[in-house]
């Protein structure tokens, strides 16, 4: 080192760290770091007195720890040293109520840095969202909504705006509803259980409004119903004008 730098640990004394995705540091920085929790003390790149920190750490990773400490890429002891408070966060697929919440942050976020007048998302497009597995989680939201913000020429977004591998994507097993329907009739053919039946008739038709993008013509067509019938549906169940 040619001249004096200030490290992260440095830096925070006193106060929190952040390490992300720590299943991934090598081994010989996995050392170092042991010693600094332990101790609380390290050396700057080419300097030889010790300092001394107070760090509380917060440590993120994608992967088991566990099984990377069985397998013999991660060190066991570092491992208990850090495991103190463990908090899980499932996947997002598994909490879809944070998913509009998060698209809407987003969206006010990048309108606003890319100087977009943008209000917020119409009920497809959210709906869309929701019905996506995001494999990539958080950050592949983020990145998505980034792209329909950037990409956006009107004030709401809407299924257009969303990239089409998504909305592929998201309306796979396009018939997973309609045989939901048939099965539910023929158990209950007198109308019986009525109220469930109606539950998955209001599915289908929102999805078939979606996969036609508001197209009520093409809607009404695919559903073998008239488009004076699907109106009445809409009003019935009082599905938003898409």
């Known amino acids: 080192a040619a001249e004096r730098k200030i490290g992260r640990f440095e830096k ?4 929190t760290l952040f390490l992300d995705e720590i299943s991934e540091i090598k081994e010989e920085i996995q050392v170092k770091l042991l010693r600094v929790l332990q101790n609380g003390e390290f050396e700057r790149v080419g300097g030889t007195k010790t300092i001394r920190v107070d760090v509380r750490l917060i440590c993120a990773t994608n992967r088991n720890l566990s099984d990377e400490v069985k397998k013999g890429r991660f060190r066991e002891d ?3 040293r850090i495991n103190v408070i463990c908090l899980e966060v499932p996947p997002l697929r598994d909490r879809k109520e944070d998913i509009l919440p998060l698209a809407k942050f987003f ?11 943008i209000s917020g998302i119409d009920n497809q497009a959210a709906s869309l969202l929701e019905k996506y597995h995001w494999p990539g989680n958080v950050r592949e939201l983020r990145n998505i909504i980034e792209r329909m913000v950037v990409l956006a020429s009107e004030r709401t977004l809407s299924v257009s705006s969303i990239p089409l ?3 592929n994507e998201a309306l796979k ?6 045989a939901m329907l048939l099965s539910l009739k023929q158990q209950f053919p007198n109308g019986k259980n009525s109220l469930q039946i ?5 599915e289908l038709i929102h999805r078939k409004l979606l996969e036609t993008s508001g197209n009520k013509s093409r809607t009404a067509k695919e559903l073998g119903i008239s488009r004076r019938t699907l109106y009445r549906k809409l009003d019935e169940y009082e ?4």
């Open 165 to 167: 591998d998504i909305r």
């Open 107 to 117: 969206i006010n976020y990048y309108a606003k840095i890319n100087n977009k007048h």
């Open 239 to 242: 599905i938003a004008d898409q």
């Open 78 to 80: 570092l491992f208990y």
């Open 12 to 15: 925070a004394h006193g106060g």
């Open 173 to 178: 097993d396009p018939g997973k509803t309609d």
């Open 198 to 202: 109606k539950d998955v008739e209001k």
